[in-house]
């Protein structure tokens, strides 16, 4: 979970912006994306250190055998305010990018964002129609037999220091 606190001004615009640029279609989000960096003279370039993977980084990722490569839609929108036809273009163009990219096929998605409101019934059957064989939502909890495939738990890691962390697995796992 999110610290309740905003340590800078950036922090308490990006929460404040958050809620409404999600909840916005691809194009829109693009569109007041776009004037917001207008408005504050600002290019779309990530820093560095913010930046999304390359696609040769992602192959790269996938060739080790430790990282399983999954899919997450193509635009990161949320799912359940789209139409399904919609829905399954994002599920199914992200499966084919991602397969071409590192040669294999991509068996797992994450719904974006992942909450129980951002992905609907309607959403696992796609997915699943898509050959999936399992799907990450964002909740927590330990994923444990009876556990649906397509619907399951996951602890959010964050940018922990390696005490915060170590509390973190104790208080998750450490019956």
């Known amino acids: ?34 004037q917001l960096q207008a408005w504050a003279g600002v290019d779309a370039t990530a820093r ?12 790269a990722l ?23 036809a919609v829905q399954r273009a994002e599920i199914v163009e992200s499966q084919a990018r991602l397969s071409a ?6 068996t797992s998605f994450s719904y974006p964002y992942g909450a129980p409101g ?16 399992c799907a990450c939502a964002n909740f927590a ?3 444990e037999p009876g556990v649906d495939p397509f619907a399951l738990p996951r602890f959010i890691v964050r940018d922990w220091d390696f005490a915060t962390f170590a509390s973190m697995l104790e208080a998750w796992f450490g019956d």
């Open 141 to 143: 909890g330990r994923v």
């Open 62 to 84: 996938a060739v080790g055998g430790l990282v399983e490569v999954g899919a997450h839609t193509v635009n990161h929108p949320v799912l359940a305010a789209l139409p399904p």
């Open 118 to 133: 951002d992905y609907t019934a309607e959403t696992v059957a796609l997915v699943r129609e898509a050959g999936f064989t």
């Open 101 to 106: 990219l590192t040669g294999r096929p991509v």
């Open 1 to 34: 979970m999110l610290d309740a606190a905003d340590p800078t001004p950036r922090h308490a615009i990006y929460r404040a912006l958050h809620p409404l640029l999600r909840s916005l279609s691809p194009a829109q989000r693009a569109a007041a994306l776009a």
């Open 48 to 59: 560095p250190t913010h930046r999304a993977l390359q696609p040769g980084e992602v192959a």
